[in-house]
């Protein structure tokens, strides 16, 4: 079984601050990792997500996460928020191979203030 | 345009009265699945189909039902709604490979009185 730990329920930061969100997973096998973000009123849609390869993943709207094996880390940053930026973050997880049914964190809110 | 489409977007209703809600994806996905979302409790997955007439039961099943008599359908029912089912349900899709993006429908906020 795989389990994903968002460790933050709420991320205020002001306008043009820096912010990390962070996520744990918990996995006997390999898997892929994924950030979505859900705006508000909206449905999730995917920010990024690791394969494999370089750990360093970019995905849309600046944002980036970095995959970190020993720790068993994704944590996803940007170096400068705006407004818009803010919304629910969710981290996920996928077995990379068999089972295709993903196991999500609780979500982390992302507050940006001006 | 590729997209999930779920309706209705919003519904009120009784204690006991049965409801449908549908889904609809437009990218040919064997894999589709329904969330209910929760405040502090993230997303939770209801049941999933792996195809045509294949489905099996997520972690919060209890009280609802789904089919999948065509591939592009993937219906929720709730025969006999409680209170307890208030929330945010999502629908999602993918392609049948464990590094495929999930696609998730605008969501249909759902309170049962």
């Known amino acids: 079984a795989q389990s994903v730990t968002q460790l933050d329920s709420q991320v205020p930061v002001f306008e043009e601050a820096p912010v990390e969100l962070r996520c744990n997973y918990s996995s006997s096998v390999s898997v892929y990792l994924f950030w979505y973000v859900q705006y508000p009123n909206q449905g999730l849609q995917l920010l990024l997500k690791y394969l494999s390869g370089s750990t360093l993943v970019k995905g849309i709207n600046g944002f980036e996460a970095e995959f970190n094996k020993s720790q068993t880390s994704f944590h996803l940053r940007k170096p400068s928020v705006h407004i818009s930026d803010t919304a629910e973050y969710f981290c996920?997880?996928?077995?990379?191979?068999?089972?295709?049914?993903?196991?999500f964190g609780r979500g982390t809110s992302l507050i940006v203030h001006p | 345009e590729a997209q999930v489409t779920q309706n209705p977007r919003y519904l009120i209703t009784v204690t006991g009265k049965k409801l449908t809600v549908t889904c609809s994806q437009n990218?040919?996905?064997?894999?589709m699945s329904w969330y209910r979302q929760d405040p502090g409790l993230g997303l939770r997955q209801i049941y999933y189909?792996?195809?045509?007439?294949?489905?099996d039961k997520g972690d919060v099943p209890e009280g609802y039902k789904v089919s999948r008599k065509e591939k592009r359908n993937f219906p929720l029912i709730l025969e006999s709604p409680s209170p307890n089912q208030t929330s945010l349900y999502f629908c999602?899709?993918?392609?049948?490979?464990?590094?495929?993006?999930?696609?998730f429908g605008p969501g249909t906020r759902l309170t049962v009185l």
């Open positions: 996920a997880v996928r077995r990379s191979g068999g089972s295709y049914i993903p196991t």
């Open positions: 999602a899709s993918s392609s049948f490979g464990a590094a495929d993006t999930q696609y």
């Open positions: 189909s792996m195809n045509v007439e294949v489905t």
């Open positions: 990218m040919n996905h064997e894999y």
